[in-house]
């Protein structure tokens, strides 16, 4: 399977600040059809997941251009910009290239 | 809009099983397949497994095989999973969502599993 090793586990973060989360995979996530299949999620409080970021920097319907995706092969991130308070909650990567799908631990994004 | 509804919390003992759905709305039930998550109290997310509701074609984590069971009712646009001899490490909240183009872009409220005696 491949191993999603996301850092850091938590981040403190001033309103109106950026941060950054990393995501590395065990193996490259470039699909046999030339797509990389990573996808980032933000699960708030007591909600279910919720799709941000998919094929690594493409961002889903309705997200904010706060939010951005980058990377390749087995080295991710993402960045969020003028953080709000809808913004907090744990952040979750995960790869569709290669079964089973797996995600990686999570990184809980809090206010300082 | 696309909506994902998913049956209540159970409570249930060791040994036996449950199965819970997963009602689509909003979107053609057979062109997307169906995910199922497993998120355990305080923990990450887990796949388990997919099913096509249009094929019925089944792929399921090499770690959930005779666990978990999925089928569809494509009358009435409904994803089941079926979990077989719970453990107490089977309490969790099951999410289904759906995907496309591999990302799962909708998902359900979740249903969680209480296995206790």
């Known amino acids: 399977d491949v191993v999603m090793t996301q850092t850091p586990v938590s981040l403190s973060v001033s309103l109106g600040g950026q941060v950054s989360i990393s995501c590395r995979s065990s193996?490259?996530?470039?699909?046999?059809?030339?797509?990389?299949?990573l996808s980032w999620y933000l699960q708030k409080p007591g909600q279910s997941p919720q799709l941000l970021i998919y094929?690594?920097?493409n961002r889903f319907s309705g997200i904010s251009d706060r939010f951005s995706g980058s990377g390749s092969g087995t080295d991710f991130t993402l960045k969020i910009s003028r953080v709000e308070p809808d913004d907090l909650g744990v952040y979750y990567c995960?790869?569709?290239?290669?079964?089973?799908?797996?995600f990686g631990g999570g990184t809980k994004l809090e206010l300082k | 809009q696309v909506q994902l509804q998913q049956s209540g919390a159970e409570l249930v003992k060791p040994g036996s099983s449950v199965k819970m759905s997963c009602k689509a709305s909003?979107?053609?039930?057979?062109?997307?397949?169906i995910y199922w998550i497993k998120q355990r109290p305080g923990q990450g997310l887990e796949w388990i497994g997919r099913?096509?509701?249009?094929?019925?074609?089944?792929n399921y984590n090499e770690k959930f095989k005779g666990k978990a069971t999925f089928t569809v009712d494509k009358s009435s646009s409904t994803a089941y999973m079926q979990l077989s001899s719970l453990t107490p490490e089977d309490t969790a909240v099951y999410y289904c969502?759906?995907?496309?183009?591999?990302?799962?872009?909708?998902w359900g409220q979740g249903a969680s599993v209480t296995v206790s005696s």
């Open positions: 995960g790869q569709g290239t290669q079964y089973p799908w797996t």
């Open positions: 909003g979107y053609t039930f057979t062109s997307y397949y």
């Open positions: 193996q490259s996530l470039v699909h046999n059809n030339g797509n990389t299949y």
């Open positions: 094929k690594v920097s």
């Open positions: 099913i096509g509701p249009g094929s019925g074609d089944t």
């Open positions: 969502a759906r995907s496309a183009a591999r990302v799962m872009d909708a």
